[in-house]
């Protein structure tokens, strides 16, 4: 029952043959003889050959948006419909040289809001590709992990905790399986899995407990299953036919920039219709009231806000992912802003991930170093029996292929499979002589696994029922497994107090502390409950701590931002580990546990938060645990950051302001429920995000100052002139243009402004706190009062000098376009003088602004532009006397720069 995938749009659909049943109404051993495998997976020959007849397992990409209907979005607009009745008008009335001059600037907006948005589209087309998901099949009789687009019908799939299947598949054995299948069924709780059931052949999705799907999520459990269906066939593939092409919502800040555009909009119409009304009275033509009105009214809203946001925000996540962060959703860029405490994991991200064993202790001796490598010949029976225990109990994959090594798995599995390959007990000759019976697989909440083997186990076994136990994990539900230990003589009744002596005095050191036990039985059926054990000894483990770590944790305290471990690790362990770290000025902090947290969840929330509250370690938490310690940061006041790699994580990660999900270790349901991915696991790369989100925002900020602060200007310049009794200061082609060339290229342009440096010296934005608050709003009505009002007195006094009117608007205009070159420059700091800014900092910035002046100054020469704007050349003197007057803004913004920094200092 092969079936098939797309391999690209010139490829089509291979159809399957027909079967009379489909696979979940058949045995798995059926299923399986039909797609010529078997349970041990395919050969990589045979996977190559079926990847090339059915194509990768891949649905299609979400239809590309093509740059002409990108071009032709950037008509959608109001403000481009009434410029647009503007050119019909003007053609109407035979002002064929206003129609042209308007067609163009719609041009030119269109062609540089077109490609501000197609850049912005590549980039977060790059962003998606980089995202790649993973499986972890059956191949030549190993586990291996690979790209889950070369996944193909016949495969046999490895199923565990946070995994995302890559594609429909019958259950081979389940042991404990649940699968979150709402993606499909919209169910919204787990759905156990039966590899046995055979079902009716018109048994509904929901109800096929003997398959799963592709996209779903293992929640608990493991198991195998058979790969029936790959791409477009998979049931995930019908739908994908429906959704393909529909585009995602845009992030809270856009969608309330864009509702705050339209209200200005309105308040800006106000002005418009009472400066049209005004000048009907006073006599004006209905057109040149019509034209001037319309012209006003696209100059001073910033109808470019959100185009310039979305570039930012867009330029932000390339950022990011260039210091290996991966942004999902947008919204975390903003978030990050606000951040002020983190809750990381300590595995992998504030430590390297590279656990090897150093100590062994059996009874009260412990094996490291060279006795670890020889170990003493009175040691040795014990140390073997231990060793064994753990290998036989273990998910890992260590493997030689060639001259190297495979890895695969969890680190502590790899770890002690590492070490019994150095002393020659290999996990795949130990199962032959002793199978694997049973399996109970490790979950966060148990924190202990265990597994059954029958016939040859060593010792001898006395009898060929009998089954050989062994279980490795925490080293408290160990202990009360088992009701004797291992010494150098032999078998003891167990001391519970040495057990714990020895795990205190291995977890001062920094080890990560794993027990191990072992045992016979008559019969496995009772693995869940295991009791009656020996406990074989204790496994120490050494994970040294990332060198940039330490300074990142100071970096995030000098931010304002808090940083807390959680851990699952022994209480010891986790605070020697915070002690290296510095994570708290304390030489002995005070680590919270997990017996500690449950006291204080009986007693209620108020507890809880006490006891959270001050606190920088936790350890022996449990997943269920680690939500309610972001709950109460939450209640507590803080916005809270969460690192997270397991399925379990994945409540955490939904209830932080911002789940952080790792790249490398981190499971699909982890990478699937958070908002950013570290492509390199590392805290330092959070800190990166951090600064960087702090970057966007304040860059966002300064887009929007710029943009209010001159529309602002624009209109105050008109009412003034209208108070005054005077004629409109400038016409509506000289409106438009002045919009086109300032705005149409130094908004963006301060996009791509870079760091100032001090992003991480400044508090954590309070997330209540609105983009208009008091420093914005100082700074908006002082430097639009200053433009708009010696505009105005500019224009008044050459009037009254006997100016002609032409010439009055067209120094106007000019003086207007220095001064929006001036305001870009003021707007690249909210704080820091101009002056102590690298000039050339934002080449993009310098650049355009540059351009854009002699842009307008090029036009005063070029016979036709000069005159649909009604412009003519100004002599250098009198450039230099309107460069001066503008220098007023500049001056006005450095003065209350100093006033700002003031303030701030003050204690």
């Known amino acids: 029952m092969r079936t098939a995938s797309v391999t690209g749009p010139a490829r089509e659909l291979?159809?399957?043959?027909?079967?009379?049943?489909?696979?979940?109404?058949?045995?798995?051993?059926?299923?399986?003889?039909?797609?010529?495998?078997?349970?041990?997976?395919?050969?990589?020959?045979?996977?190559?050959?079926?990847?090339?007849?059915?194509?990768?397992?891949?649905?299609?990409?979400?239809?590309?948006?093509?740059?002409?209907?990108?071009?032709?979005?950037q008509f959608r607009s109001p403000v481009i419909y009434v410029l647009l009745i503007a050119a019909a008008g003007s053609l109407i009335v035979g002002a064929l040289t206003d129609a042209l001059f308007i067609v163009a600037v719609l041009a030119v907006n269109a062609a540089i809001g077109a490609a501000q948005e197609h850049g912005a589209?590549?980039?977060?087309?790059?962003?998606?590709?980089?995202?790649?998901?993973?499986?972890?099949?059956?191949?030549?009789?190993?586990?291996?992990?690979?790209?889950s687009g070369a996944v193909v019908p016949g495969d046999v799939l490895v199923l565990e905790p946070g995994d995302k299947v890559p594609a429909d598949a019958r259950l081979l054995w389940a042991n404990g399986l649940e699968v979150d299948e709402s993606l499909l069924t919209g169910e919204s709780l787990p759905v156990a899995k039966e590899a046995e059931r055979r079902l009716a052949p018109e048994t509904p999705l929901a109800d096929r407990v003997n398959m799963v799907f592709s996209g779903a999520l293992v929640v608990r459990g493991r198991g195998h299953a058979l790969v029936t269906a790959t791409g477009l066939c998979t049931e995930l593939g019908t739908i994908a036919r429906a959704v393909t092409g529909r585009r995602a919502g845009q992030p809270p800040l856009l969608v309330r920039m864009a509702r705050f555009?339209?209200?200005?909009?309105?308040?800006?119409?106000?002005?418009?219709?009472?400066?049209?009304?005004?000048?009907l009275a006073r006599g004006a033509a209905l057109r040149d009231v019509l034209f001037l009105s319309v012209a006003l009214a696209v100059s001073a809203i910033p109808e470019g806000l959100p185009v310039a946001m979305t570039v930012a925000l867009s330029l932000?996540?390339?950022?990011?992912?260039?210091r290996n962060v991966i942004v999902r959703r947008l919204?975390?860029?903003?978030?990050?802003?606000?951040?002020?405490?983190?809750?990381?994991?300590?595995?992998?991200?504030l430590t390297m991930n590279e656990l090897s064993a150093h100590a062994i202790a059996i009874g009260d001796t412990v094996l490291e170093g060279d006795a670890l490598r020889n170990p003493p010949t009175e040691q040795l029976r014990a140390f073997r029996r231990l060793l064994r225990a753990a290998v036989l109990c273990n998910e890992g994959t260590y493997v030689r292929r060639g001259d190297e090594w495979i890895e695969g798995g969890d680190a502590v599995d790899v770890a002690l499979l590492r070490l019994g390959h150095e002393h020659g007990l290999v996990r795949d000759e130990l199962e032959a002589e002793a199978p694997r019976h049973s399996t109970v697989p490790f979950e966060s909440e148990r924190r202990w696994a265990a597994t059954s083997h029958i016939s040859g186990a060593w010792p001898a076994l006395p009898g060929p029922d009998e089954q050989e136990i062994a279980v490795k994990g925490a080293v408290e539900p160990l202990m009360t497994m088992c009701d004797r230990m291992l010494r150098e003589g032999g078998e003891v009744p167990v001391d519970v107090q040495a057990i714990e002596r020895t795990a205190h005095r291995m977890a001062e050191r920094g080890h990560r502390v794993v027990a191990i036990a072992g045992g016979l039985r008559a019969t496995a059926d009772d693995l869940e409950r295991p009791d009656h054990l020996v406990f074989l000894g204790l496994v120490g483990m050494l994970d040294p701590v990332r060198p940039d770590v330490p300074a990142a944790i100071e970096a995030c305290r000098r931010a304002g931002v808090k940083v807390a471990m959680i851990t699952g690790d022994h209480p010891i362990t986790a605070r020697t580990i915070a002690r290296e770290l510095r994570l708290s000025g304390d030489e002995h902090p005070h680590v919270v546990t997990g017996v500690e947290l449950g006291v204080a969840e009986r007693k209620g929330q108020g507890a809880v938060d006490a006891l959270v509250a001050g606190a920088h370690v936790f350890a022996r938490v449990d997943p269920t645990q680690k939500l309610r310690i972001v709950e109460s940061l939450g209640r507590l006041g803080h916005f809270v950051a969460v690192?997270?790699?397991?399925?379990?994580?994945?409540?955490?990660?939904?209830?932080?302001?911002?789940?952080?999900?790792m790249g490398r270790r981190g499971t699909d349901v982890a990478r699937e429920t958070a908002q950013l991915v570290l492509t390199d696991d590392r805290f330092a790369s959070i800190v990166a995000a951090i600064e960087e989100g702090r970057v966007a925002f304040a860059n966002v900020r300064k887009v929007i100052f710029l943009l209010v602060s001159s529309g602002a200007a624009e209109i105050l310049l008109f009412l003034l002139a209208i108070a005054a009794g005077l004629p409109p200061p400038l016409v509506a082609v000289q409106l438009l243009w002045l919009n086109l060339v300032t705005n149409g290229i130094q908004d963006v342009a301060l996009a791509f402004e870079p760091k100032e440096g001090d992003e991480l010296t400044r508090r954590p934005r309070d997330p209540r706190e609105p983009i208009f608050d008091r420093v914005m709003i100082e700074r908006v009505l002082l430097n639009a009062a200053v433009m708009g009002t010696v505009a105005f007195l500019s224009y008044e006094r050459s009037l009254h000098a006997g100016v002609p009117l032409e010439i009055a608007r067209n120094e106007t205009l000019l003086l207007?376009?220095?001064?929006?070159?001036?305001?870009?420059?003021?707007?690249?700091?909210?704080?820091?003088?101009?002056?102590?800014l690298p000039l050339l900092g934002n080449r993009l910035l310098f650049f355009g602004?540059?351009?854009?002046?002699?842009?307008?100054?090029?036009?005063?020469?070029?016979?036709?532009?000069?005159?649909?704007?009604?412009?003519?050349?100004?002599?250098?003197?009198?450039?230099?006397?309107?460069?001066?007057?503008?220098?007023?803004?500049?001056?006005?913004?450095?003065?209350?720069?100093?006033?700002?920094r003031r303030r701030a200092a003050r204690p």
């Open 121 to 147: 589209e590549r980039g977060a087309e790059a962003l998606r590709k980089a995202l790649v998901t993973r499986a972890r099949v059956l191949r030549d009789h190993e586990a291996l992990d690979l790209d």
């Open 261 to 279: 555009t339209r209200r200005i909009g309105v308040a800006i119409g106000v002005v418009v219709i009472f400066v049209a009304v005004v000048s």
């Open 816 to 836: 207007l376009v220095l001064f929006e070159n001036l305001q870009a420059g003021n707007s690249r700091s909210e704080r820091r003088s101009l002056f102590s």
């Open 14 to 73: 291979q159809q399957p043959r027909r079967e009379p049943l489909p696979p979940h109404a058949r045995r798995a051993r059926d299923v399986t003889r039909e797609l010529s495998s078997d349970e041990r997976g395919l050969g990589s020959a045979d996977a190559e050959e079926r990847l090339r007849e059915y194509g990768r397992n891949t649905l299609p990409p979400a239809r590309r948006v093509s740059l002409l209907s990108i071009v032709l979005a």
């Open 849 to 900: 602004t540059i351009a854009a002046q002699l842009v307008h100054l090029g036009a005063m020469y070029v016979p036709g532009l000069r005159e649909a704007l009604h412009v003519t050349p100004v002599t250098f003197g009198r450039w230099l006397e309107l460069a001066a007057l503008a220098m007023t803004v500049l001056l006005a913004s450095e003065l209350h720069k100093a006033l700002l």
């Open 643 to 661: 690192t997270g790699d397991g399925a379990n994580d994945a409540p955490a990660l939904r209830a932080a302001h911002v789940g952080i999900a």
């Open 331 to 349: 919204v975390a860029v903003e978030a990050l802003g606000s951040c002020t405490f983190i809750a990381s994991d300590k595995t992998g991200t």
């Open 316 to 322: 932000a996540t390339r950022r990011m992912h260039q």
